[in-house]
């Protein structure tokens, strides 16, 4: 945009200076040919009043050749004078010696019939172009001379060239000029554009609390920025209530639910044996419902207020996950491998990290066949913490790596029905993001599903130390 409205203020600019220089160049050249013209008139006159004694007593000539003599010296200009039938009696610079008759001159012809005649002529004699002006040399009616004064045209040529560079610096300096302003005015306009465009990217992205300067720019730009930062507001605040309702909703079905899942407990143990069953699966809805208004409810939770992130030991939250899942793990004949990552510290809310671990080690043991290793890996390094929890189970394509984070998405890898409703890898996101990590979801060589968190390393003692890989199995 800037290269657009500097290209358009020099275009307009050089526009207007070439329509203002061409013609003052044409008028310069007329001018300069008009006053040499006349000035070399003036003089014509002179020397012929001088000439005219002369040429009427047809005295000696001696008078006159000094005067054009020094005309030609002071001047450049070559001075004639003839008598009526041409010839010549005075010349300051004669083209060739013993050149005496001019009366094939046209100018000096017409001067001869008594007219006053000015103007260019090529001379075929000197090879160039020529300003020459003939005056007659006359009394009383009676035309007993003439005077002609001729000019090479190269001092005219050379005086309008002068003034023509001169016309041009002034054109050079003035668009020099233009382009400096046109840069300014452009970078004032395009800058804050620019500042609006870079907080609608952020505010696309998700980061609603980017904010478009509204103090900078042109009026347009300044609304443009106001209305962009408007609609954020409304956004976030329509974000935020959405966010409000599901938060409400799911903490306000625990309740029922809790209660509902008692008296179903307490029915079990009276009703018969034959609405036994019904009951069971009964309270097992009751349990996948708990379970989905649960994950609704850390989802919504985990998007609104968070607690700091804080130094947290992930050696210990690795440990601690794993003697959690050992015994689901044993149930399941998989192997269950933890790195010993004692005093490894990363940056992280330590609830929202071990739900992560429990969401990732829950899909992994799901998957992994029996007989199989599922291991908990954490490492550091340039200021990050890994963390990677690796099964070999079937693994995903890329595809389904790419959806695997959407809320509510299952693919059809999950060996038998765990019951799930596809919020477990939302809500990883959600929780590691609020911690200003990532996750990711890799094929590893050798088959099997990688799931990989990075973490901000903290302050801990142990942060940037490799991990120790011993191994705690069932
Ligand atoms: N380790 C894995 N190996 C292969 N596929 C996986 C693995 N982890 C997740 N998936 C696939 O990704 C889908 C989404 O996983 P996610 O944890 O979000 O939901 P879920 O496990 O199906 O249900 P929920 O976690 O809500 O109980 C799963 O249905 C499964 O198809
Ligand atoms: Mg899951």
């Known amino acids: 945009m800037s ?34 013209e006349n000035a070399v008139q003036r003089d014509a006159f002179v020397v012929a009043s001088l000439a005219e004694d002369r040429l009427q007593s047809g005295g000696a000539s001696a008078g006159l ?19 009526r039938r041409g010839r010549s009696i005075a010349d300051s610079q004669p083209s060739f010696p013993g050149e005496r008759n001019f009366a094939s ?37 009676t035309v007993y001379g003439a005077v002609r004064i001729t000019y090479p045209t190269s001092a005219l040529d050379a ?17 020099a000029w233009a382009a400096a302003v046109g840069l300014v005015l452009a970078h004032s306009i395009s800058g804050p554009l620019r500042r609006v465009e870079e907080t609608a990217v952020r505010v696309g992205a998700g980061d609603l609390a980017a904010v478009a300067p509204e103090d900078a720019g042109p009026p347009e730009v300044r609304r443009l920025a106001a209305e962009l930062n408007r609609t954020t507001t409304k956004l976030a605040a329509l974000i935020a209530s959405q966010e409000q309702f599901v938060a409400d909703a799911s903490h306000q079905l625990r309740t029922p639910l ?22 069971e699966g009964a309270r097992a809805e009751v349990e996948r419902l708990t379970r989905l208004v649960d994950g609704l409810l850390t989802l919504a939770r985990a998007q609104r207020h968070a607690p700091a992130p804080v130094d ?50 829950n899909n992994a043991l799901e998957v992994a066949p029996s007989g199989t290793t599922v291991t908990l890996r954490a490492g550091a390094a340039r200021g990050r913490v890994e963390v990677r929890v690796r099964d070999a189970g079937p693994g995903m394509t890329a595809g389904e ?22 919020l477990g890898l939302a809500i990883v996101r959600q929780l590691i993001s609020a911690d200003g990590g990532t996750v990711e979801l890799e094929s590893p060589p050798g088959g099997g599903l990688e799931a990989v968190l990075t973490l901000r390393a903290g302050a801990g003692p142990a942060s940037g130390q490799p991990a120790r890989g011993t191994a705690s199995t069932v």
């Open 3 to 36: 290269k657009r409205l500097l290209a358009s203020y020099l275009a307009l600019t050089a526009g207007v200076l070439l329509a203002l220089e061409i013609p003052l160049a044409l008028i310069d050249a007329r001018t300069q040919r008009q006053d040499l």
């Open 312 to 361: 947290v030991d992930v050696g210990e939250v690795l440990a601690g996950r794993r003697d959690a899942w050992l015994a689901f793990a044993g149930e399941r004949g998989v192997t269950l491998v933890a790195d010993d990552a004692a005093g490894l510290s990363a940056r992280a809310t330590p609830e929202r990290l071990e739900q992560v671990l429990d969401n990732l080690l």
């Open 65 to 83: 050749n000094a005067v054009v003599l020094k005309y030609r010296r002071e001047t450049g200009g070559r001075v004639v004078v003839v008598d």
């Open 105 to 141: 001159r046209p100018e000096i012809a017409a001067a001869l019939t008594g007219k006053t005649v000015s103007g260019l002529r090529f001379s075929r004699t000197l090879g160039h172009h020529l300003l020459y002006v003939a005056v007659p040399v006359a009394s009383a009616g």
């Open 159 to 175: 005086r309008v060239n002068r003034d023509r560079v001169t016309l041009l610096v002034v054109a050079l300096l003035v668009l």
């Open 258 to 279: 809790a209660a509902l899942r008692l008296r179903l407990e307490n029915l079990e143990s009276e009703v018969n044996p034959a609405a036994a069953d019904d009951v």
């Open 401 to 422: 790596r790419a959806r695997a984070f959407d809320r509510f998405w299952r693919g059809a890898a999950t060996p038998g029905d765990n019951g799930g409703f596809g």
